[in-house]
């Protein structure tokens, strides 16, 4: 449903936490409060034909079965990269692995709704919009083994470093949108938090900011339901694509478990940035199936009835139903996707493996652009730490 941010609006005169009711005992006036999904393919598999869907439908209209297969592989060797690196976190080859089990469609659809010159900035868990950028999935691994601060060069592939600062990266988008307007160009950004991080200040100064300059930006706000242990009623006391309204543009809210949803939705964003509309808020309503990182342990704090009824509505499987009752893809199809994802784990597996510890002292250098005092002594403190190693070793 979208907030048109120009359409007016009763006053509440309920506590923020009863919106939409009248007042009286009964709840009424749910339609225009109650949010809706942008729904285009059911968990059934089945494709939504709803006129209030049509605006963004159009977007993928013309999609082929080709395409839609594409869609699937990407999800597919997503998840098995996903799998590998949890893992490999297990074998303890990496220190720490964020996984995105669950959020498969979200990012695959919103990812391979962007072209090659739009801009992207993720957060820690963008594995599938990596993907969709050409970013080979090895080199997201660096920086969870530790043996780098990123892996990638952001502008190789339009896609920043992953961001661990929780929402900083709304800042960074909306400059980076505010200097492509200045440009004149004709690309869009797009900037991907999650329902944690829309509490953050950086967040909100985010969409002050693209409002009033007009920005071309998106963002894209993948609800997986929880910021670590703390579920989004903590959050926010109404459904975060309303947000948007008061910032003064639009905000939807789209089924993130839905692939085509997510491209179509993300798609008529984008476009609304490139066509000098400003920003928009998209919610990607979806579930964090797994934990939070590899350090997390989510039995703590929700219960298996909740993963039961979000497993329902598997992002990959509601595509393979589709494809399979369209007769869109046959047994080889699955079979040599099978295979390819197994090439993928194993390749994974081999390159972590043989990744290189860096040099000891790499870390004291690209502080500044020239020396700096306190940069040597720091380093000089290091050498003589490593060196009372040395010494218990040789002893
Ligand atoms: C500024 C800041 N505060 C706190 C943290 C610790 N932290 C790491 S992840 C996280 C939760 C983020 O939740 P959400 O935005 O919903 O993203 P998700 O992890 O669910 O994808 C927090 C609080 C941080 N990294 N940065
Ligand atoms: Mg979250």
């Excluded at 869609?71 to 080859?93: K, P, W």
């Excluded at 509505?313 to 399979?324: M, N």
């Excluded at 004291?364 to 218990?392: I, K, P």
Aim: net charge negative; proline share 4%.
């Amino acid at each position: 449903m979208t907030v048109d941010s120009s359409a007016a609006r009763k006053p509440r005169r309920s506590a923020a936490g009863k919106a939409g009711t009248t007042g009286t005992k009964r709840t009424t006036v749910k339609k225009s409060t109650e949010p809706e999904l942008v729904q285009l393919l059911t968990p059934e598999g089945e494709r939504v034909e709803d006129a209030r869907y049509a605006e963004y439908a159009e977007y993928v209209a013309g999609i082929t079965p080709e395409e839609l297969r594409g869609l699937y592989r990407d999800m597919v060797l997503t998840r098995r990269f996903d799998a590998e690196a949890t893992a490999l976190q297990r074998q303890g080859e990496l220190g720490l692995w964020a996984s995105l089990l669950g959020q498969e469609a979200a990012q695959i659809g919103s990812g391979r709704a962007t072209r090659d010159d739009d801009y992207v900035f993720p957060t820690y868990r963008e594995h599938g919009v990596a993907w969709c950028r050409g970013v080979d999935p090895t080199n997201l691994l660096g920086m969870f083994r530790g043996v780098n601060n990123g892996g990638w060069d952001p502008n190789s592939n339009n896609f920043h470093l992953y961001t661990i600062v929780i929402g900083s990266q709304a800042l960074h988008a909306t400059g980076y949108a505010m200097g492509v307007a200045k440009d004149g160009a004709d690309s869009a950004v797009i900037a991907y938090f999650g329902d944690g991080a829309s509490s953050q200040g950086d967040v909100a100064e985010a969409f002050t900011f693209s409002a009033v300059y007009n920005a071309p930006v998106v963002f894209f706000c993948q609800n997986n339901q929880w910021a670590i242990s703390e579920p989004t009623e903590k959050q926010t006391r109404v459904p975060l694509y309303q947000r948007a309204q008061g910032y003064g543009f639009p905000g939807v809210r789209v089924d993130g478990n839905d692939v085509l949803a997510c491209l179509a939705v993300t798609k008529w964003a984008l476009e609304r940035a490139r066509g000098g509309e400003g920003p928009t808020l998209v919610e990607a309503y979806t579930y964090r199936m797994g934990a939070h990182t590899t350090s997390d342990d989510p039995t703590r704090y929700r219960g298996d009835e909740e993963r039961l009824a979000w497993e329902a509505k598997d992002p990959i499987l509601r595509l393979r139903r589709y494809l399979e009752a369209a007769n869109h893809a046959d047994e080889g199809f699955f079979a040599e996707l099978e295979a390819e994802s197994e090439a993928l784990g194993k390749r994974v597996r081999e390159v972590v493996r043989a990744m290189p510890d860096p040099d000891t002292f790499a870390i004291f250098e690209n502080v500044y652009a020239d020396g700096h005092a306190l940069v040597d002594e720091e380093r000089a403190q290091f050498a003589a730490y490593q060196a009372s190693f040395a010494d218990v070793e040789g002893a």
